[in-house]
């Protein structure tokens, strides 16, 4: 469970990873969707300790707490655990053009 | 020589009447309230009664009698309610108050369902004594009657809801620890207690750092707790809120676990002391060892 990419390691809790997370990744064929819309697929950077959420790529913006309980995508209101979420791959990255973004020695090659 | 056996046999005569009247039931002891005073006289006068004659010391006796009784009769009854208290009365306030043993205990654990003051019935559930005095000095005597069932009866109940032998289940998959932290649904791993779980064993090959509570889960929350007392206590503890999170970092002072991890393994997995505790209200986000 634990993020196979991250950005960096968490500024608020000190433990985490802060791991890049993708929402929808199913949608990614479907070419009607316009990229912009809550339901295409979009990235989240998520910390694995405390659940700090940043929409951007980025630690140094602005970041958030989802609901203790449950935990949900503050873009698409999904489960932010469920199962329309996951875990970036590389895959992922590419599409969320954020694989500059991630520190490679922070990679967790295995599940 | 003679004077000597005298007192000693008084005396010794006089042990033994009080012996007697102390081991005697309370209802007898109430009906031999003059005793007392027949002891008492005659230790003033023990072989006088005997050998100087009757009617001068049964005077003299039915004198003292007299002010015993009249005198006395607070202390008599003082002395007999005294040892009564413990007997007949205390088992009757005993039993009186065995309703409250359970039911303070009762009513401490649902209150502390609420507040989360767990310690005295996590203390007797986590002994698993079949009476709640074995855990209290008072209610050491109110282990019968009416006490048992419903202390049996509690104490199971305490024993089926406990997790890790520490935990009551407040509500539907809701756990809340001795010092009131509450463990309940959340994180990627469903549940705060199976996150937490990741941290009693290391992960060799997560980048940085991961702290691994020694002892299990049961050792992980006993620090956790712990450390949240000190952090109440402001007990070497530093403290963050970002907006509703609080994030304490406890130096406990001894090792609670060690540093694992890539980090850890290079550097032979020190030791670790501290313990990062990430709260949401009492609602524990995560905790590990640093």
Redesign the interface.
Known sequence: ??PQH?ID?CP??????CGVRICNPQLATVSELDSDTAASPHGLVVC????AIWLEPDLNTAHQ?PD????KCPVCNGGL?GSNSRWANRDDLALLQWDMAINP????T?G | MNKSKQKLIGFGILVLILAGYTLLPPELQLLIQPGPEVASSSQNNPEGQRLNGREGNSQQLEADSHQSRSAKPTQSESTVRNPTNVNTDGLAESRKSEPSGPATLASSDDSTQQTGTRRATQTTASENHSTSGKSRGPPATNSEGKQRPDDNQLNRNQTETLLHGLLHEISNDQYLSPAGLIYGPGSAEGHRLDHLQRHVKDQPKRPGKHGVFDGGMQGALKTIDDAYQRAQKQQRTTKTVDRNRTIYTVDLGKRIGFVGGQDGGRRRNPMARRVRLVLEGKRVITAYPM
């Open positions: 469970m634990s991250s390691f608020l809790c000190g433990g985490g990873l694995d300790e405390c659940d707490y203790v309980a449950n935990a655990w020695e922070l990679d967790i295995e």
